[in-house]
């Protein structure tokens, strides 16, 4: 096997790949340790070995075997990773501080946020609050944020191209409502019962935009509308002048924060979800992210986050969710 002229460029992932299979002797188990599919790891050593020009393995349908030059280049391989996971973490140390959009402030997002804090204390995690996934997808695909939370499937095309997400939790949605409204003496509210409202979901913000797109779904062939567009409020304090002034409901999710005057009740028959992942670049690699992710699954799975409600609603064909 005549070896490539560019062998002295051999990318470190393809030497993991087969330091995976020298210690395993076994692909199935060696793509498993490395969490990718057989094919992409068998598909990885063909190039590594035609990069070096030299046959690695032997391999038969009961086993796999080093060759002679794959146990002469195993060495060289584990002293190259070495040194790029010391580089790595040479520095892992100056990490610059992550920034991570929490939406608002009170939600489930920031319950994460602090998790991922007490996993990598050493690492710096710093809140943003820019109320709404298509804003800050935008930031963060132009470098000014690098994770958020929210609705990952509300994204255009476009956009999610560019991006990575997990799914965190199905959140379930409610209304909230002036406290003289009619159904705000009732628990929970059913959907049928707002029929003929105007409902206020964030129209003409165009850095909630996947809210108000949700909400279309969500009341199309309801008698619901989509209340028309207000002044774009920031902080909690605006939000409340203006829900006061505008005297409609508003939909919102069923931990937003208490709002002066109004009052929050979950929408029932059926449970409308609102889906939250947790967003970044695609090719992002920090420590922060690392515990964001690991605190997201850790408390999703603690508190069933991941559980769909039987009698729920969600979009159909919605992207970023599980399949059902």
């Known amino acids: 096997m005549a070896p490539s002229p560019y062998a002295h460029d051999i990318e470190p992932r393809l030497l993991r790949a087969f330091t995976a ?14 969490y990718v599919a057989q094919q992409a790891l068998s598909r990885d050593i063909r190039r590594l070995e035609r990069e070096l020009g030299a046959d690695l393995f032997v391999r038969t349908t009961r086993q796999v075997t080093l060759t002679p030059d794959g146990a002469r280049l195993l060495p060289y391989a584990r002293g190259v990773l070495a040194a790029c996971d010391a580089l790595s973490d040479a520095f892992r140390a100056a990490t610059r501080p992550l920034l991570v959009d929490l939406n608002t402030t009170g939600l489930a997002n920031g319950r994460v946020l602090e998790r991922a804090r007490e996993l990598a204390p050493d690492q710096e995690l710093m809140a943003r609050y820019e109320s709404g996934l298509t804003g800050a997808a935008a930031q963060i695909l132009a470098g000014g944020l690098d994770v958020s ?16 997400s997990q799914f965190v939790r199905y959140e379930s949605m409610a209304v909230l409502l002036p406290e003289e409204h009619p159904l705000a003496g009732l628990a929970a509210v059913p959907l049928a019962a707002l029929a003929g409202e ?4 964030g129209a003409g913000n165009d850095r909630t935009a996947e809210w108000t797109d949700l909400a279309a779904r969500l009341f199309a062939g309801r008698g619901i509308t989509v209340a028309p567009r207000a002044p774009r409020a920031v902080g909690k304090e605006e939000f409340r002048r203006i829900m006061a002034k505008l005297g409609t409901p508003a939909l919102v ?32 690699r920090h420590p922060g992210l690392d515990a964001l992710r690991t605190a997201a699954a850790e408390i999703g799975r603690r508190e069933g986050w991941l559980e769909r409600p039987a009698d729920s609603w969600l979009p159909a064909d919605e992207a970023g969710v599980p399949a059902a």
């Open 253 to 284: 999710v069923v931990d937003f924060p208490p709002i002066p005057g109004s009052v929050l009740r979950p929408l029932v028959d059926p449970v409308p979800l609102s889906p939250v992942s947790l967003v970044w670049r695609k090719g992002l």
């Open 21 to 34: 299979v020298a210690d395993e002797l076994h692909f199935t188990r060696a793509a498993a340790r490395l």
């Open 198 to 201: 105007s409902v206020y979901a």
């Open 149 to 164: 939370f929210g609705r990952f499937g509300g994204l255009g095309a476009a956009q999610r191209t560019g991006l990575a």
